[in-house]
């Protein structure tokens, strides 16, 4: 049985975003560099280096935190929602990503994650935000170079020690619960982009 999940069994309006994806990947390609990306590289390789642990990132240490240099290699992210709350210093370039994420309605936790070439988050898992509430992690293929034999990669290795592997790709889901032990690279000579949205599914 697959660590992944089918988005249909999740919510199937996710649907919208692959019925939009060549409108949204082109409004990311155009306004890319106009958004706020954080870089949250070190907070994420203390935390998995010491309790292999995903680093939990907060609205108000988001706020925080350092901006993504030029120069920066590493896992950054571009806030979209936080707690149901616009973050309009990002949406403001992407209205169709965003309206469609409110017709989606999971707007609790809303991102872009950047993960750069030749950089990897090893393996971790993630806890949930509240005892009690379920949290599925839905990944979505943004914006994913494609180059010969160079991938960005996911691993989720199930409770028997059994890995699964997929290659990130455009327009594709990846949703897997994020207390399953994981890990991503990039082989790629580029960086990729997802969506990330965490979904609470259950009580």
């Not at 919208?16 to 390609?29: D, V």
């Not at 030749?118 to 009690?132: E, G, R, T, V």
């Amino acid at each position: 049985m697959s660590s992944f999940v089918n988005f249909k069994n999740i919510n199937p309006k996710l649907n919208l975003l692959c019925e939009r994806f060549h409108c949204i990947h082109e409004e990311y390609l155009k306004n890319k560099e106009k958004l706020e990306f954080k870089d949250f590289s070190k907070k994420q390789e203390y935390s998995i280096g010491t309790n292999k642990k995903g680093h939990p990132i907060t609205p108000h240490e988001y706020l925080h935190q350092e901006q993504k240099k030029e120069t920066s290699i590493g896992w950054h992210i571009s806030a979209l929602y936080g707690n149901n709350i616009e973050y309009h210093r990002n949406t403001q370039y992407l209205p169709i990503l965003s309206q469609t994420l409110k017709e989606i309605n999971y707007l609790y936790v809303c991102a872009i994650n950047l993960l750069d070439p030749s950089y990897a988050l090893d393996w971790h898992n993630d806890s949930d935000y509240f005892p009690n509430m379920s949290t599925m992690r839905i990944l979505w293929g943004l914006d994913v170079p494609e180059e010969d034999n160079r991938y960005s990669l996911i691993h989720i290795k199930d409770s028997n020690g059994v890995i699964e592997t997929k290659k990130f790709k455009n327009n594709e889901f990846y949703i897997f619960l994020p207390q399953f032990t994981h890990k991503v690279e990039n082989t790629l000579s580029q960086s990729r982009s997802l969506l990330c949205i965490d979904a609470f599914v259950g009580n």
